[in-house]
């Protein structure tokens, strides 16, 4: 072999070990995401498989699901109306939840107090909305109650995933109720800056108070 090929096959060589290694490289990055994304996939499975979580935080997930394909037209009233009636609904799933699986009985009471004011909610504000047409759109309002809904599932998503739930029924209730009624308060909040509707402004201005009032119940029987 003459030296002038033999520098040649050695350049070659060179090459094909620069490549074979970046090669190697890039596939170890690959596994390593790979690796990283059956791990997190495991424990998303792992968590969605345990119906002490799942049975609560199905009906909240369908709940924000439902509201995010609202069509909003912009007015305070209207709009909220059917948030609200929303929202309600899926507390109602919530406790039907409890009352059918809890077995904790200070928070069994809880949920069948609730029930029945969670219906009467329900049916305020179906009768208020369908007297309701959207007149007076409000850019401001939509855009802070997008950002309530947002927030709303990133806490879901985030609460799902991290320890704060258990496989006790009973303590996961607790803690998705009282992150529900928080989530009613932050809409019912912005709404009454924003709302002109009397029936529906009583209502938002009831709810927070109540809101606020079962959020401490719940904290002291966690205590």
């Not at 809880?110 to 759109?137: C, F, H």
Request: aromatic residues 4%; hydrophobic residues 35%.
């Amino acid at each position: 072999m003459s030296v002038k090929n033999h520098l040649q096959s050695m350049k070659t060589l060179q090459s094909n070990l620069v490549i074979w290694g970046l090669a190697f490289s890039l596939s170890g990055i690959s596994f390593a995401a790979c690796a990283q994304a059956t791990t997190s996939a495991a424990t998303s499975t792992h968590s969605a498989s345990d119906p002490a979580k799942t049975a609560l935080l199905t009906p909240l997930q369908q709940t924000v699901t439902k509201i995010k394909k609202l069509v909003a037209t912009g007015d305070p009233d209207f709009d909220y109306a059917f948030q609200a009636k929303i929202h309600a609904q899926g507390a109602q799933d919530l406790l039907k939840q409890e009352i059918q699986n809890g077995k904790d009985t200070s928070l069994l009471k809880m949920a069948k107090t609730l029930l029945p004011a969670t219906e009467a909610d329900i049916n305020l504000v179906d009768g208020t909305m369908r007297q309701l047409k959207p007149t007076r759109p409000s850019q401001a309002f939509t855009q802070q109650q997008s950002r309530n809904i947002e927030a709303m599932g990133l806490k879901l998503q985030q609460t799902g995933t991290s320890d704060k739930l258990t496989s006790n029924l009973d303590k996961n209730f607790a803690t998705l109720l009282a992150d529900q009624r928080q989530d009613a308060i932050d809409m019912a909040t912005t709404y009454l800056q924003y709302g002109k509707n009397e029936t529906l402004r009583t209502y938002a201005q009831q709810l927070i108070d109540r809101s606020k009032k079962e959020i401490e119940q719940i904290k002291g029987m966690q205590k």
